[in-house]
């Protein structure tokens, strides 16, 4: 089966969650779901899901500025692999600048 070797295409730089949107969170997080209207779930929703898109693009920038395309140490590849949440193939993906691609 040959490789997939082309860029995945672009996606929008995602924003990072104000402080007042932190500590919306932060309430959601201390107040159990049972106490939570339907209204507040669904914004507790936006939110995680706002943190999390945050979150990834943080993760494959710092992929990126650990693993540059010159050589590196031996294991740093297995070291950022255990470090992260992804395969090690995914890992080599977003190095190479096939996966995870933000644009500005």
Known sequence: MPANITP?????KPRRLTAEQRDRL???ED???SAKSEAELLEELR????ADAWN???IA???RTLLPSTDVRRGLVTDV???SPYKREYVGRIRDGLAANYRD
């Open 31 to 33: 107040t159990p779901d």
């Open 81 to 83: 692999t255990d470090a």
């Open 26 to 28: 932060a309430h959601f």
């Open 8 to 12: 995945s295409k672009p996606q929008p």
């Open 61 to 63: 920038q710092n992929i």
């Open 47 to 50: 939110l995680r899901t706002l």
């Open 56 to 58: 990834r693009y943080r």
